[in-house]
């Protein structure tokens, strides 16, 4: 073999040997690199399994991270041809974020100078504030501002040239509850607090209804960096469409301060209490319901209208406020026996002044946003007496056919109930003794009636049990009128008239409806429908027949009975020129006797014959020498009634006559032909007491 050939052959082999420990080597560290790897996903697999979820809080804590919440809007409370009595209006809140605003020097700056421009801020505070603390995340500079009086400020941070360094801004957006009228209807109405909670009359009653379900907006830095907003949205509330017609409640407001500013002198209102309600005697529905003590609904919690209460009143609410408190660290019989000094001792002890006069206020206005139409009781009077009748007439103890000799009162175990005419009426049929209010002949009456049918008639009329009208506060009266057993001769004779026994307005006007409309008792309400925030139906009310309580002959009977009233009778100062009405006063002498305060209403109901509204008119104590005359009512009644009957398209059945020209909204140009249609005699003042242990009266 030649030299070269086998120079050129070792040359190989040794390339070879070379290649050799180079692979060996290279496969050396390829597995060790596989083995690195194996262990590090097991590594990683162990950390995932054990600690995953703790690393994942770390670093999910780590990026940039926002959730605010998105507010419902409370539903709308409209009246039934879609007037806005209540809404919810956006509003804003200025939030600055200080964590971002310091994030960056440029930042500083020129947002503080956006935010003094557009707002008006406080410049020294704003920069204070951001110097003590720089990484507060939530800081509300002002609130409730109306989207106008932030689109200043918008507009710069959205101006791609001045606008690229106001950081750390933003805007949380709430709702408030506006008043368009601001006191209409507010006893029927009521208000919300903060939290969206309702408080009193349909925003209590219906406050889930109203309310809707707050939604969520989510950002955050997913693992791509990209930010990411995820939304929930907020599910609105429902609206209410109520019954009541939005002019027909300012016509009686308007007409109900009308008779209190004529009525009322330096230190009194013109009456403590003043209900009207109108309602469709057809369907229950109230078309207007109104006291005289309104409040604002924008600012209920104004001390100024603490002027409708009297001294007693004031201190009966705050004296009971501070007895519930007592009752939180005391037992009843060490309160009854604390001396005035004690007490004050013990409320100092256990609260501080700011609290008691908050307590004692509070106290104070729940008095004011007391709805007197449903919450109130007392003795009717005589608007009972129709109610007396038609139990005689539905019963069959009473024929129609009947008279009876008035002769100025009745002796009765030992007691002289007197009619209202001394000197006794003389001989009246049924419809005469309502025309007159003549007290004897209905107490004449009640003996034929008896106990069973009298007292089985007030349930079938609803008294003593609640008429559950949509609204809160209705009060109870089942302890408040005799049962069957305890209805004596005394109690039934004072009980046809109107006397020893307690009712509430509701009660009245809804009970006296089922009279004149063929016997039907309709529940009251005060909603016809439910809709969604878009405006589809969620809900119609439809009007709920409870019971029959009388015969239609029985209401045709009470229908003549009562126009007889109007136009022989003492309904006289009630009628509106061209309508016929039917209708029935009263007169009655609240509890003690002794004090002399009266309380006058007037029911009644319009065409006669074929009634499309009823409307009961109470006046509790009216600020005169001279209480105890039922066309103070009378009058509220017309006046009211001469501006609902046209807007209602109700139009006039009878001829013009002139009557009750010159006679005013206080009934002045009356000539007074007859005594008051009051109790003011030798009568037991023994009736049922109210929950609260005071006389039924009061």
Known sequence: MRPGRRKKIKKTEKTYKFLTRMKGKMLFVFFIIIAVLIALVGRLAYIQLKSGD?????????????????????????????????????????????????????YLEPTIAAMVQCFGVDETELRAYVSENPKKRYYKVMDKLPYEEIAQFEDLQNDEKNGKNIKGVWFEKEYIREHPYDTLASTLLGFTTSGNVGIGGLEDYYNETLNGVDGKEYGYVNDDSNYEIKVKEAADGNTLVSTIDANLQSITENKIAEFNNAMKDGQNEGAKNIGVIMMDPNTGEVLAMATNRTYSLQNPWNLDTLRYLSADESTKAIHQAERIELKKYYDTDTIDAMTEEAWNAALSEHYTEDQLSNIRNTAQLNQVWNNFCISSTYEPGSTAKPFTVATGLDSGTLTGNETYYCDGGETISGHHISCIKRAGHGVETIQQSLENSCNDA??????????????????????????????????????????????????LATNSFGQSYNVTMVQMITGYCSLINGGKYYQPHMVSKITDANGNTVQNIEPTLIKETISEETSATIRQYLQGVIVNGSGKKAKVDGYSMGGKTGTAQKLPRSARKYLVSFIGSVPADNPQVAIYVVVDEANSEDQAHSYYAQSIAREILKEALPYLGIYPDEELTGVNEGVGITGEGIQVEQTPESMDSEVPTEAPQSAEGEPSGQ
């Open 54 to 106: 703790r690393y994942a809080r770390i670093i999910l804590n780590q990026q940039e991270y926002s959730s605010k919440t998105i507010p419902f809007r409370r539903g709308d409370i409209v009246d039934r041809k879609g007037t806005v009595l209540a809404t919810s209006t956006d509003v804003y809140n200025v939030i600055l974020d200080c964590s971002v605003l310091t994030s960056r020097e440029q």
């Open 442 to 491: 209905l107490m004449q009456m009640s003996y034929a009636i008896g106990p069973a049918n009298f007292s089985r008639y007030q349930h079938i009329f609803n008294f003593g049990l609640k008429t559950n009208i949509d609204l809160p506060g209705e009060a109870r009266t089942d302890s408040l009128i005799y049962p069957e057993d305890q209805l004596s001769t005394i109690n």
